[in-house]
């Protein structure tokens, strides 16, 4: 079946005759599609169905066990050139990728039927959308992919005839991580998957295009692509403002993109245009403009409940796709963080019985739901606009339980670049390997970037000059915590306060005092109102210990070094400045370098 386009077809030939598939279907992203898929996949178990009468339109899936989670070692960028891909990301030779792949791909389809799915990144009409075209033998893959991307002859008409598209290749394979590769081509745009129907590594649009292989492609173009939320807010004097926000994997991009003013912060209004990925380009009028690629969302489940984000919690109830969360015996799914309490029993994520007092966890911590974005409450009427939304701020936040303030701001859009590049955060589920280790998340894109990242810092020092009112950068932090390990700032929609404060920044207001790391508020300049926050508590979250920082300028130093010739002077010299200003604060009287 030709999907009309030359190129495609030629393409989808030649990965029809290495996976040999029984049948090729190419998808049209119709509503009877969609049913079809869904009958086969209830038919086959890929897909349970969940209660229609409280949840319509909502089913579960479950991963095969040890198939969970973005594998990051096994994630590649192979280019010609080694120092293309640079030191944070794993390399592979071109021929060295093609050996070992191509036979893991030949007969991978054989009996199963491989699904065409062309789908645009972006608006439709908008200069900053991408065309792909994902070639996959999984249903789920493609449920996932009418959800999260514009599938059909939305994206065929965008192509237009030409050959402008990502051509992205998925094979299920044995599921085996022995045999499972996610390989990046970036200069022949392309990406091949192999051994997980995992999100970040199968739904090809989302991290291994609108992130890896188009921020080589911005590099090249003049713009940026971002791990980034987008959110819009009205402030109570109707002034519309729109802000961006890099944080790492399940550091809080989606709950922050969906936050509900608190009671006591009326007249505040918020719109979600984007929950992960962010294409920001340089406008006409010198400011900084962005769209979400993205059509849906694919948020992490535990830790949603109705007090932390009812948006998403009221979104959820319609149409998802749940991935690896638990069962309830009346066929609704439950999570840890759930408002309901634990319930008596339960089949969990593994679809095991389970009760409150098994050792394990019921869902997965990384099990998620898959929902598009026009169940959204908070949906912005500005999401499909192919020009975006202009930014006036951008945000890097992570989870830091010490040292890191609640926030403060960069000097200017070179500091910001630096505070974005020297970002570290507390690892996550969200891939596989150990959770709560510190490391090094560069504008959280420590997993996502396509080539060198001091090259991607040069790139970030670039944009900042081709725009005449750049967006105020800020660093965040809702995660610092207490001696007794709890959080000290309660988060969600009290966030709002540091955004308001951070909007009054942007408008030459808000009180703030010079640190040796950035401006941040005084105690008075957060709005408190209904805020039940003890003074110490405040001024905990507020504190900025020079002589904590001792240690962190100096790790720094090594770490910038690793980037060898690549590091851009500008960021370096941010690194220098913010060395003497630790050394000044901490320095004894008379004392001198
Ligand atoms: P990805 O989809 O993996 O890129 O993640 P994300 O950045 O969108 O993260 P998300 O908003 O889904 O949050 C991940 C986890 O952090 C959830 O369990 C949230 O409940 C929790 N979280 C989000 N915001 C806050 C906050 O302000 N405070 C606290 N304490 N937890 C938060
Ligand atoms: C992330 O891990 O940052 C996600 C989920 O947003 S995934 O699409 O699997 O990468
Ligand atoms: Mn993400």
């Given at each position: 079946m030709p999907t009309g386009n030359a190129f495609v077809d030629r393409w989808v030939e030649q990965v029809r005759g290495l996976t040999t598939p029984d049948r090729v279907v190419v998808c049209d992203g119709s509503e009877a599609e969609r049913e079809a898929l869904t009958a086969e996949c209830l038919a086959s178990g890929e897909l349970i169905a969940l209660d229609q009468q409280s949840l319509p339109g909502c089913v579960l899936h479950r991963s095969a066990s040890h198939d969970v989670a973005r594998t990051e070692h096994l994630t590649f960028i192979s280019t010609t050139d080694k120092d293309d891909a640079g030191p944070t990301n794993n390399w592979m030779a071109r021929d060295a990728a093609h050996a070992r792949l191509t036979p893991l791909l030949r007969g991978a389809m054989a009996g199963r039927t491989m699904y065409v799915v062309p789908f645009l990144m972006g608006p439709p009409g908008s200069r900053f959308s991408k065309v792909g075209v994902e070639v996959t033998d999984s249903r789920y893959v493609v449920l996932n992919m009418r959800t999260m991307t514009r599938v059909g002859a939305v994206a065929l008409d965008a192509l237009d005839g030409s050959d402008d598209f990502t051509r992205c290749l998925h094979a299920m394979g044995d599921l085996s991580p022995e045999r499972r590769f996610i390989v990046h081509f970036p200069e022949e745009n392309t990406v091949w998957s192999i051994g997980s129907g995992y999100g970040g590594n199968a739904l090809l649009g989302k991290k291994c295009l609108a992130l890896r292989l188009a921020s080589w492609m911005a590099r090249q173009e003049g713009w940026l692509a971002e791990h980034m939320l987008i959110l819009g807010l009205r402030s109570p004097e109707g002034r519309t403002y729109y802000v961006t926000g890099a944080f790492p994997s399940a550091c809080g991009k989606t709950n922050l993109a969906m936050l509900v003013p608190p009671e006591s912060m009326p007249g505040w209004k918020i719109w979600t245009v984007g929950d992960d990925i962010a294409w920001l380009r340089p406008g006409p009028d010198g400011r900084l403009w962005a769209v979400n690629p993205e059509a849906g969302f694919f948020g992490v489940?535990?830790?949603?409940s109705h007090k932390t984000n009812p948006t998403a919690f009221e979104m959820i109830r319609r149409n998802t796709i749940y991935t690896n969360v638990a069962l309830r015996p009346d066929g609704t799914p439950w999570w840890e963080?759930?408002?309901?309490?634990?319930?008596?029993k339960a089949l969990d994520w593994q679809g095991r019985p389970w009760t409150p007092a098994s050792k394990e966890k019921a869902a997965h911590p990384n099990s998620r739901f898959t929902t598009p974005?026009?169940?959204?409450?908070?949906?912005?009427?500005?999401?499909?606009?192919?020009?975006g939304v202009p930014i006036d701020a951008i945000l890097f936040g992570a989870r830091r339980q010490r040292r890191v303030p609640l926030v403060y701001e960069a000097r200017s859009w070179q500091h910001g670049t630096f505070l974005g590049a020297t970002l570290s955060s507390e690892t996550t589920a969200a891939a596989t390997g150990k959770v709560g280790v510190l490391r090094r998340d560069p504008m959280a894109m420590?997993?996502?970037?396509?080539?060198?990242m001091a090259d991607y810092w040069g790139h970030w020092l670039d944009v900042g000059r081709a725009l005449t009112r750049p967006p105020r950068i800020f660093r965040v932090n809702w995660f610092r915590t207490g001696d007794d390990g709890k959080f000290l700032w309660p988060g969600f929609g009290d966030n709002l306060r540091v955004l308001k404060w951070i909007l009054e920044r942007c408008d030459g207001g808000g009180a703030a005092v010079e640190t040796p790391i950035g401006l941040v508020p005084t105690?008075?300049?957060?709005?408190?109102?209904?805020l039940r926050l003890r003074a110490e508590t405040l001024a905990h979250l507020l504190r900025v210990d020079a002589a904590e920082w001792v240690e962190a300028v100096e790790g720094q130093e090594h770490y910038l070094r690793s980037f060898g010739s690549h590091l851009p002077a500008g960021i370096y010299q941010e690194h220098l400045d913010l060395a003497r200003r630790i050394h000044d604060a901490v320095a004894p009287e008379g004392w001198t370098r």
């Open positions: 489940a535990p830790g949603t963080g759930h408002d309901d309490p634990a319930p008596p974005a026009t169940e959204c409450a908070s949906l912005s009427p500005e999401f499909a606009n192919p020009n420590l997993p996502f970037c396509g080539y060198n105690p008075d300049a957060l709005d408190r109102n209904g």
